[in-house]
């Protein structure tokens, strides 16, 4: 049993604190426990085999501090304390910052894409600007407002996107 498949067994998602795994651990062994599934045979054994994901994980996060999220990096597969990126896969402290693909984060691809237009229209803004106060000309300036206006909205709708991809995950979370 590899250690994703203990947190698939105790129903927890890709990563979770110690006390998460602890509380998930208590929930199912009160359902499965023999004294309260008395001649049930599947139940005993799936009691058996929770209880042994349970002590693989605590083993395995020993070393993890309190409150920290552990769980099994997606890159490099080692088990331990992590971060979870923007594309809700979890990386260990090494690989968070070297993804596979060579990014400094792992983001999905559209944010990537909208950052790029933010910045491309911030950047057409401040080129027009200096044109056209170099040559006071009305009409550049009217195109600079325009431009950096819509990168505004651009940057806004890219930092919404950002929070909402974190925050139901985090809701999730506590609602564990
Ligand atoms: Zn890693």
Sequence with gaps: MTLVECMRLLELPD??????????YRRLAQQLHPDKKKGD????LQFIEVSKAYRMLVNA???CRQGKPVGTCRDCGDFGEVSIGLDGHPRCG?????????????LPVFVVVKCTITIV???VGVYLLVVGT????????IA??????LGLVSLAITCLSIVQCI??????RQSK
């Design 15 to 24: 990563s979770a604190t110690v006390e998460e795994i602890k509380r998930a």
């Design 41 to 44: 045979p599947q139940a005993q």
């Design 61 to 63: 996060a020993r070393a």
């Design 94 to 106: 090494r690989c968070i910052f070297h993804p596979a693909g060579g990014h400094l984060l792992p």
């Design 121 to 123: 229209l911030l950047a």
């Design 134 to 141: 170099a040559n006071d000309s009305k009409a550049y300036g």
């Design 144 to 149: 600079a407002a325009c431009a950096g206006m």
């Design 167 to 172: 925050h139901p995950r985090d809701r999730a």
